[in-house]
T-cell receptor, first 111, second 117 residues
């Protein structure tokens, strides 16, 4: 069945790069997403990538996709205190199908 | 300003009571969703609705019910049959199919935290 896995916690020093990893099982996944959830709030779409892409860059965010290994990563350059949040990896097969979310990675920033 | 609102932000319920969580959107979105979030478990889909007067069960629908009488509204009722209802509940909506260049991008409300006493 469909499954998305990610580690629960990541701690980085302010100014360093953060890399959050995710693996998924459904090779039919066409859309892969990264959502951000700040404390006590809903989720917000950060970025997305189509399965026919290897990489996508958007300002401080870089998404890498290894389709062969079904591995997705999110790199945040120059991590700031405002980046503290839970980051969810997610996938869907089509633009109409439901989204499967991972368990979320809680990113904490050390001074 | 367009967006999704959920009310109340915090809700307390006694065991054996039904309770209804509100979700309203003014984004003109067709599809709406209810998720449950538990610590370390991510989001699990309860119910979703692709169009008015139609809805489908998600992965954990038991003990919950919904209605979709208006495009803007998708209330969720947590019934007494739900054995462990304490959780954070999130409502979301999706843009119309014609605009889905970014996949099934979902817009989330701020959530309702339900606690059973």
């Amino acid at each position: 069945g469909e499954d998305v896995e990610q580690s629960l916690f990541l701690s980085v020093r302010e100014g360093d790069s953060s890399v959050i990893n995710c693996t998924y099982t459904d090779s039919s996944s066409t859309y892969l997403y990264w959502y951000k959830q700040e404390p006590g709030a809903g989720l917000q779409l950060l970025t997305y990538i189509f399965s026919n892409m290897d990489m996508k860059q958007d300002q401080r965010l870089t998404v890498l996709l290894n389709k062969k290994d079904k591995h997705l990563s999110l790199r945040i350059a120059d991590t700031q205190t405002g980046d503290s949040a839970i980051y969810f990896c997610a996938e869907s097969i089509t633009s109409a199908s439901k989204i499967i979310f991972g368990s979320g990675t809680r990113l904490s920033i050390r001074p | 300003d367009g967006g999704i609102t959920q009310s109340p932000k915090y809700l307390f319920r006694k065991e054996g009571q039904n309770v209804t969580l509100s979700c309203e959107q003014n984004l003109n979105h067709d599809a709406m969703y209810w998720y449950r979030q538990d610590p370390g478990q991510g989001l699990r889909l309860i119910y979703y609705s692709q169009i008015v007067n139609d809805f489908q069960k998600g992965d954990i629908a038991e003990g919950y019910s919904v209605s979709r009488e208006k495009k803007e509204s998708f209330p969720l009722t947590v019934t007494s049959a739900q054995k462990n209802p304490t959780a954070f509940y999130l409502c979301a909506s999706s843009i119309p199919y014609s605009g889905r260049a970014r996949g099934n991008e979902q817009f989330f409300g701020p959530g309702t935290r339900l606690t059973v006493l």
